[in-house]
């Protein structure tokens, strides 16, 4: 590549009913100073007049082309564009976003003097509906733990070697949201990214765009199972967005929503439960609750609705032992378990017979609707977790410190 003196560019953008913006996206790739370029339009379909904008332009300009069909979305437009692409370096630019005068010579610039940089990205300004800049985009020079922390890239700044994009197997295409995220933390695994101070794109903010849209409900956590399946864990810093984004959603459904991604590592879980689909239980609910010695069962934390609100009282046994009479408070409660390294049953029982606790435990209910209470959900906890869950009903604002001095995790690379 160093004896090229025009390497070819390929550009990739993904399209769908976004009219309104792409004819300024087009022009800024067909009107750069760097004329070796294709540009590759895949659309999936538009329903919105783009097509004639993108048969316009196919028809003037031989640089230009273009795909129209049904597609399984931006990720597969990108992969279905790579194939197509003859280019020895790619741009990914989306169909709402434009580049910045002298962005792809600055990039293939940058790419010839360092020929062991896999990607190159720069700066970028986040901009209005009318492509107005806002404010400089968030990016920061490579450094791999910034990365696992939180994505540094944006990604119309970044440009990518061809050869380097179909090494690591193109964008996932189980990703609907932080697909660009996931492909740099598989490049960053194999290859150096470079990282140039010049503006070079601009990432255009509107009602309509993904991060506007999908960042709250499905952006944080595909970040998070992007990083599990990259890094196997979870910065502090997004689980401190997480939890930011969706505090107003209360402290139990963030308990059972971040004990999927395993923050803090193999805790107890929940094997078998009798209850019925409707989250009715009789009066006694058997929990089976498999347990790693490393992180032995401490508490369980118990969301329901007793509808004998004369009777409140509940019996826990633990491996057929009577370990404690609860009186409940609220719909909320949390027990605490003498500690348990091994998988355990467990049996919580209302107390709304007092004549005999004993045939309860060793006699069904004839009537299976003879329900006594509501369980909407029952997790158990390690100490780690229950330590955690004491913060979260405190104030978000101690969360971070509590994550920074409890739970500490391994840099990604200390050299950089």
């Given at each position: 590549m160093n004896n090229e003196v025009s390497p070819l560019v390929s550009i990739i953008t993904p399209s769908y009913n976004q009219g309104s913006f792409i004819k300024e996206t087009i022009e800024s790739v067909l009107t750069q100073d760097y004329s070796n370029i294709e540009y590759i339009v895949i659309d999936g379909g538009s329903?919105?007049?783009?097509?004639?904008?993108?048969?316009?332009?196919?028809?003037s300009d031989p640089r230009f082309n273009f795909v129209s069909e049904p597609d399984r979305g931006q990720s597969h437009a990108i992969n279905k564009g790579l194939k197509m692409a003859k280019g020895k370096i790619i741009g990914w630019l989306n169909s709402d976003d434009t580049y910045l005068p002298n962005a792809i010579k600055k990039a293939v610039e940058s790419l010839k003097e360092d020929p062991n940089w896999g990607m190159v990205y720069g700066k970028a300004y986040a901009t209005d509906k009318k492509n107005k800049a806002l404010y400089p985009y968030p990016v920061e020079p490579f450094n791999k733990n910034r990365l696992f922390e939180r994505c540094i890239i944006c990604q119309p700044a970044a440009f990518i070697r061809k050869e380097v994009f179909e090494e690591v197997g193109g964008v996932d295409e189980s990703f609907f949201f932080c697909m660009d995220y996931e492909?740099?933390?598989r490049i960053a695994k194999k290859h150096e990214i470079g990282y140039i101070k010049a503006y070079l794109a601009n990432s255009r903010c509107h009602d309509s765009s993904k991060t506007t849209l999908y960042w709250k409900n499905v952006g944080i956590k595909e970040c998070m199972i992007a990083s599990l399946k990259n890094y196997g864990k979870i910065s502090n810093m997004m689980i401190c967005d997480f939890v930011n984004l969706n505090y107003e959603k209360g402290v139990e459904w963030i308990a059972q929503e971040i004990k999927q991604f395993e923050i803090f590592e193999a805790s107890p879980k929940i094997t078998k439960m009798s209850i019925y689909?409707?989250?009715w239980s009789r009066n006694f609910l058997d929990i089976s609750v498999e347990v790693n010695p490393t992180k032995p069962l401490y508490a369980l934390l118990m969301k329901?609705?007793?509808i004998q609100s004369n009777k409140k009282q509940l019996m826990i046994y633990l491996n057929g032992k009577l370990i404690e009479n609860y009186t409940i408070v609220d719909q909320t409660s949390i027990v605490l378990i003498p500690s348990v390294i091994d998988n355990c049953s467990i049996k919580v029982i209302k107390n709304s017979a007092v004549d005999s606790i004993e045939k309860q435990l060793n006699n069904h209910p004839s009537n299976l609707k003879d329900c006594v209470f509501s369980v909407d959900n029952i997790i158990?906890?390690?100490?780690?977790?229950?330590?955690f869950i004491q913060i979260l009903y405190k104030k978000f604002d101690f969360v971070r410190k509590w994550l920074k001095e409890n739970r500490k995790l391994n840099l990604i690379d200390t050299d950089s």
């Open positions: 329903k919105d007049g783009t097509l004639e904008i993108l048969n316009s332009y196919q028809n492909l740099w933390m689909n409707d989250s329901g609705k007793d158990p906890l390690s100490e780690q977790e229950y330590e």
